[in-house]
């Protein structure tokens, strides 16, 4: 059993905070992962894997279960019959922007707009992480996973994990427990032969992102680097002398409204549709056709709302905190809760819950937390 001498969860989550567990169990393999969950899982006892830390908000007492390192590693090419594609393999404790690393030098398309994005690919689909329009659900092709309620591995395509906006079957949300309890062993991807030369670029949030215009080419190492470098402006690549990046990332969801919701918003906050728009289509029989055509019935649609700009605009500025406190807003990025230096995990609460009331305060809008929270409540 490859247990070690517990480690400060403040050490190994990027928010810096948490306790020490009562147990720690770094797992390198997939035999040893699988091995070592269905043990804990017989106990009973309080339990969270832990791969990068970056999605992570720990409680301040020490946690009093067990916590299992994923860092396993590994890259396998798979064979695929998709002309123009290749399919990964790739093991749940490998780090994610590696990943993109080696697939945009292998020229291969499909996650260059995740670049710097921190984690391991293991909880990528967990949330359906994405950046600049592009999702992993894009690419996702199957996982490999351990169910803790039977103690099985299995293989769930894509299509079976209800992957939406930040979200699957497989997440732990604030208040509720996850529709299908399991742990990823590994993730299998299927990505675009692109090559190394300029390419269109397809997206307008990207294009716009990286000052694009829509007949622009560029090739996929331009784009990571110009992604990198634009979510290093924001403090949202890791950087032990950035405090900006001692988050976890995007505290809080883009909230989804109906329609009429966002209509009671103000104008400028920008939002997206989160299915098109497509003109409706009515057939009418010819022998029944009296001359006039009904008004088209549009289906509602959900609205994705930008929460960074709810935050700005009910006052709370970038870098606001509350007095004598250690955590604020990231001085480059309103959506970021930060740890300035040694601040507890009760005084991170404290500015999200101030930063939840302040919105629903304005807009009448309750924000969600993205990160999953351990021992901690807003």
């Known amino acids: 059993m490859p247990e070690i001498t517990p480690i400060a969860l403040s050490q190994l989550t990027t928010l810096r905070t948490g306790g020490v567990p009562a147990r720690m169990i770094d ?13 804990v899982w017989s106990y009973g006892d309080p339990w969270f894997v832990l791969g990068g830390g970056s999605n992570l908000f720990v409680g301040d007492e020490p946690f009093d279960g067990t916590v299992v390192r994923i860092l396993t590693q590994g890259i396998e090419r798979l064979a695929t019959t998709r002309v ?54 894009e690419t996702l092709v199957e996982v490999e996973l351990l169910d803790e309620e039977t103690g099985e591995v299995s293989i769930v395509p894509a299509a079976d994990l209800g992957l939406g906006f930040r979200t699957s079957v497989l997440k732990h949300h604030y208040g509720s427990v996850p529709q299908r309890p399991a742990v990823i062993l590994s993730v299998t991807l299927e990505l675009a032969e692109v ?18 215009e829509p007949e ?78 009904p008004r088209p019935v549009l289906q ?22 509350l007095p004598r406190s250690r955590a604020a807003l990231s001085s480059k990025h309103a959506l970021a809760l930060t740890n300035r230096g040694h601040a507890t995990a009760a005084e991170l609460s404290e500015l999200a819950r101030f930063i939840q009331g302040r919105v629903q305060s304005e807009f009448g809008l309750i924000l ?3 990160p999953v929270l351990i021992g901690v409540e807003l």
């Open 27 to 39: 797992a390198t393999t997939t035999t040893e992962l699988v091995a070592v969950l269905r043990e």
């Open 368 to 370: 969600q937390p993205e």
């Open 84 to 137: 123009g594609f290749v399919r990964w393999r790739v093991q749940a404790g490998h780090t994610w922007d590696d990943v993109v690393a080696v697939a945009v030098a292998e020229g291969l398309a499909g996650i260059e707009a995740m670049s710097g994005i921190p984690g391991t690919i293991g909880a990528a689909p967990v949330q359906n992480i994405g950046a600049y329009g592009q999702e992993i659900s």
């Open 195 to 212: 090559g190394h030369g300029e390419q269109p670029v397809r997206g307008a949030q990207l294009r716009g992102a990286l000052g694009l």
């Open 300 to 321: 509602p649609t959900a609205v994705k709302v930008s929460a960074a700009w709810l935050i700005e605009n009910s006052g709370l500025g970038k870098g606001f905190k």
């Open 216 to 293: 622009a080419s560029v090739s996929l190492a331009w784009i990571r680097e110009h992604v990198l470098a634009t979510r290093r402006r924001k403090g949202m690549v890791l950087d032990d002398a950035d405090p900006d990046t001692y988050s976890a990332g995007s505290f809080f969801q883009n909230a989804i409204v109906s329609e009429s919701f966002a209509r009671t918003l103000p104008a400028a906050c920008p939002r997206w549709p989160m299915t098109p728009q497509i003109d409706p289509v009515t057939v009418i029989p010819l022998e029944s056709y009296d001359g006039v055509v």
